[in-house]
């Protein structure tokens, strides 16, 4: 199977739009015409788990972390990244990241990390701004239809729980053609008022260059009228964190009883106790201390995260229980997650005598260690 055709799925499950600018996620290492022989799934691709792939005929390693994240002007094996990104190359392996594409989806990180505590009723605790774009265009009333469900169909119109979402309304447009001019209706240098649909629709920003080779290979004009604005709304379905809640509630102590036996804590470094009963809870996989506030303001009894310094505990004010469980441990089910959406749309990919192409590594590549 070539890589290009796994790129789309990957794309699919976490739009690389979506990541935050400091991130460096999509194809890292490879070429997208690439044959791939079997695909390994892993939280980092490090120099060990390159050597797992190649053992098992690996030849894509998908990874949550990019092992390339900063800029490196030499490649000379002097460290971890280098000599993982070295033994990649020299073996034809193509790396793939993830990372905040996968934060900021409605499926993704956060909603993993709600699932495997079982919260219910879970929304975004700090919705992405500045993502949603309206279009606006102009057309004859019998090519309205046909230009809708081509917008549509690029992923345009879509509010919450709601598809092919639009509005439509009618009014008269006007234009005269010059000499080089080819119009639908009229003739050159005649002044034409006609009966016009104006289609307003909003869509998510990454999808912008679809949107608009949908509506031009649509449209029946010589000139194709439209208008592109960025909206100030909040994008309640996209973002970091999320929010959720308890069946019912329980006491903190046995709250971080909970999360250390589901999700595996070595250990949890948490702030003073409050005393409150644990039934809303806010949580943010990885390196989460920016949110504190947020996760107050959502009203939430306890936030988990990772990554906390020592003055950061003082933030809660006795207002939340703040819980640094482990980094590695807040992301730790990504990459089932990743495996089991790639073999939801891969079905006939098992080369090389594995049971399937797409396995999850052996590899635990948790650089914490507890004693």
Known sequence: MELQKILSFLEEMAPLGYAEDFDNVGLLVGNQN?????????????????????????????????ILFSGIKKITGKNYVERAILKAIKNDIAIYAVHTALDNHQNGVNKIFCDALGLKNSKVLIPKENYIQKLITFTLPENAE????????????????YEDCSFNSQGIGTYMGNENSNPEYGER??????SEIKIEVTFEKHLQSKILKALFSHHVYEEVPYEIYQLENKHQNIGLGRVGELENPI????????????????????????GKSIKKVAVLGGSGSFAIKNAIS?????YLTADLKY?????????LLLADIGHFESERYTKNYIVDFLKEKITNFAPNSLQCGIILSEENTNPVKYF
């Open 146 to 161: 046909k230009i809708r469900n081509a917008l549509f169909e690029a992923g345009a119109g879509k509010i919450g729980n």
């Open 251 to 274: 006491s903190e102590t046995e709250f971080l009883q909970l999360v250390k036996e589901k999700l595996q804590c070595g250990g949890i470094r948490h702030s003073a106790f409050t």
């Open 311 to 319: 003055h950061q505990f003082y933030e809660a004010e006795n207002q």
């Open 34 to 66: 690439m044959t791939i022989s079997g695909v390994l799934v892993c939280h980092d691709a490090l120099e060990s788990v390159i050597d797992e792939a190649i053992s098992k005929k690996c030849n894509l390693v998908i990874c949550f972390h990019p």
């Open 298 to 302: 959502s009203g939430a009894d306890v």
């Open 189 to 194: 240098f005649e002044f034409v008022e006609a």
